[in-house]
């Protein structure tokens, strides 16, 4: 005889599938819990609904209702965890490393738990790497902690389903970009978030030109103010343009570092870039050249497909605003930020 344990199994092994939420859905009502089972199925046909899709309105009226049920149906005993539901079951929480490692098999036992933030890694790292229910998880972010638990959690970890990986602010430098190169997760990764890290434009060349980093679409290296010594400049903006692996990137984030007009150059007049459509470089330094520098990069090749470009915090004076703003103009979809500073570029 089936019983929930079995049910819960499924929908965990099988986490993209809703049949098996439907029908464990059909075993609660049964069961005599109705209201479980209707969040279930409506959260199931949410997520069917595009945004704007007016239909959306009352199941989501309903939704708020029945949520006021949430704290039966979170992993109870968590202190200071925030677990959100999708699909009618928890699939994404932010908690600390050692509540992870303390409550993992309540955890991945109750629900298919698939994005997580976890704080302060560095303490129960040991720990944390051996938990098993990690092999289901497609995001992890394990930010502000250090270089080398970054690199023991890729190394060790049950990690085959990782997707996105976010280690913000983790004081990497060149050398833990290399050894995060040799990990067999980050060849499945498809975003990889390390902004406020020192990686320098060294760290930048070995991530541009190590097969490792090949499958990345998402790429955020923004400084998040780091000093200009740690921070990207000419030869890393020169070491992506020239990239042979970086083939499929869709977002670039290089906000905040100091690549200049001829990094904007370099990657205005890189041949690769064929998938890019979002690219940040705010607050770098552009603009010295005045409007020579912007109209050689609206027109290059790269532009053309851009379809979000944000150039705030550089120089941009009203000749180079036109220029910006027309070729924002050549598409409808296009979205162009613009801001401070008109004058000297800020410090």
Excluded at 154 to 176: K, Q, S, T
């Amino acid at each position: 005889m089936t019983d929930r344990r079995d049910f819960l199994a499924a929908i965990i092994d099988r986490p993209d599938d809703d049949l098996p939420r439907l029908v464990y859905a059909d075993y609660l009502e049964e069961s005599g819990d109705e209201e479980r089972a209707e969040f279930i199925r409506l959260q199931c046909e949410l997520a069917k609904l595009p945004p704007d899709d007016p239909a959306r309105i009352p199941l989501a009226v309903r939704e708020k209702e029945l949520l006021k049920n949430r704290e039966a149906w979170i992993v109870p005993g968590m202190v200071a965890t925030r677990q959100t539901f999708h699909r009618g079951f928890v699939e994404s929480m932010e908690t600390t490393a050692e509540s992870l490692v303390r409550f993992a098999d309540a955890i991945f036992s109750s629900t298919p738990l698939r994005h997580l933030r976890a704080a302060n890694a560095d303490g129960p790292v040991e720990d944390f790497v051996r938990i098993e229910g990690l092999k289901y998880l497609t995001f992890l972010d394990v930010s502000n902690c250090s270089s080398p638990t970054v690199n023991r959690i890729l190394e060790n970890a049950p990690l085959a389903r990782l997707e996105r990986l976010a280690a913000r602010n983790c004081r990497i430098w060149p050398e833990g970009v290399a050894a995060m190169a040799g990990s067999p997760v980050v060849v499945r990764l498809k975003a990889l978030d390390i902004a406020g890290n020192p990686i320098t434009d060294e760290g930048v060349a070995i991530i541009a030109s190590v097969p490792s980093f090949a499958a990345l679409n998402h790429l955020m290296l923004r400084s998040n103010e780091q000093s200009e010594e740690r921070c990207i400049h000419l030869m890393g903006a020169r070491a992506i343009a020239d990239s042979q692996t970086l083939n499929v990137l869709v977002t670039l984030d290089l906000a905040g570092h100091y690549i200049g007009d001829a990094g904007l150059f370099e990657l205005g007049g890189s041949r690769n870039f064929g998938t890019l459509r979002e690219l940040d470089l705010s607050y770098n330094e552009i603009g010295a050249s005045g409007i020579e520098s912007y109209r050689s990069f609206v027109n290059s090749p790269l532009a053309s497909r851009l379809r979000y470009l944000n150039l705030s915090g550089n120089r941009i004076d009203p000749e180079s605003e036109a220029v910006l703003r027309e070729w924002q103009s050549r598409r409808a979809d296009r979205k162009l930020e613009m801001g401070e500073p008109e004058g000297d570029i800020l410090e």
